[in-house]
């Protein structure tokens, strides 16, 4: 592995929840890099204030505030860690130079590659339409044609709010075991349910989730530049 300790990467979060999630990703992955966080809550409240599917347009504008701030800082690599608005940084690319990431693209790519029929696990119901259109788009651009699977958890997300971890897990681990009997792999929708991994080691199919995914895809870029 390449030394990137002199690499800077950018994350923008519509959560502070989303920190938590990330960490242990970074430390694991690129340790050694410089990570500086934006947060704002207020995304993800009006987000949540919308219509599942729908997304206020002042939260792309912040998005796009907030990249550009971090191009101005210098930073190597931008990612958004929010699954709700991933299409913001689509919306922003043309008006940032920085390499961008949207921390879900990459285990929707992977998810495709395993087969035609998608389980797409989530807690929270504004994610989903923004997680099955980038499924769909990865799917579209891998030249194949997939069945999606949807399954929408909110509890478990309610449980992870209060600090429930515990039966956060054991509710979604739940999900996936039925899933998994009519799918051929499954992505996890948002970055707080990456806490599954180290229980999701013997799955009937292969369990994504945008933590180990989106990190590894950082490495590889920057090992790139």
């Known amino acids: 592995m390449k ?5 800077t990467v950018g994350i923008i979060h519509a959560a502070l929840i989303s920190t938590k999630g990330v960490q242990p990703f ?3 992955i690129i340790p050694e890099v410089t990570v500086v966080h934006v947060v704002d809550d207020t995304i ?3 987000n949540f204030a919308c219509q599942p599917g729908v997304i206020p347009k002042e939260n792309f504008f912040k998005f796009a505030t907030y990249a550009h701030n971090m191009e101005l800082a210098g930073v190597d690599l931008i990612m958004l860690a929010c699954s709700t608005f991933n299409r913001a940084v689509e919306v922003a690319r043309p008006m940032i130079n920085t390499p961008m990431l949207q ?4 285990m929707m790519d992977l998810a495709v590659m395993n087969g035609n029929k998608i389980g797409l696990l989530a807690t929270v119901p504004t994610t989903v339409p923004a997680s099955e259109r980038l499924l769909k788009l990865a799917a579209e651009e891998a030249g194949k044609e997939i069945e999606i699977t949807i399954v929408l958890c909110t509890k478990a997300f309610e449980e992870i709010k209060k600090g429930n971890v515990d039966l956060h897990n054991e509710l979604l681990l739940k999900e996936i075991e039925q899933l998994s009997e009519t799918v051929d792999a499954i992505v996890m929708a948002q970055v707080s349910m990456s806490a599954l991994e180290p229980m999701l080691t013997n799955t009937k199919v ?3 989730n945008s933590g180990r995914t ?10 790139s530049m």
């Open 26 to 28: 970074i430390q694991e």
């Open 44 to 46: 993800q409240n009006s």
């Open 214 to 223: 989106g990190f590894n895809k950082i490495r590889e870029i920057l090992e």
């Open 103 to 106: 921390i879900d693209r990459t």
């Open 206 to 208: 292969p369990v994504y």
């Open 3 to 7: 030394d990137l300790s002199k690499k």
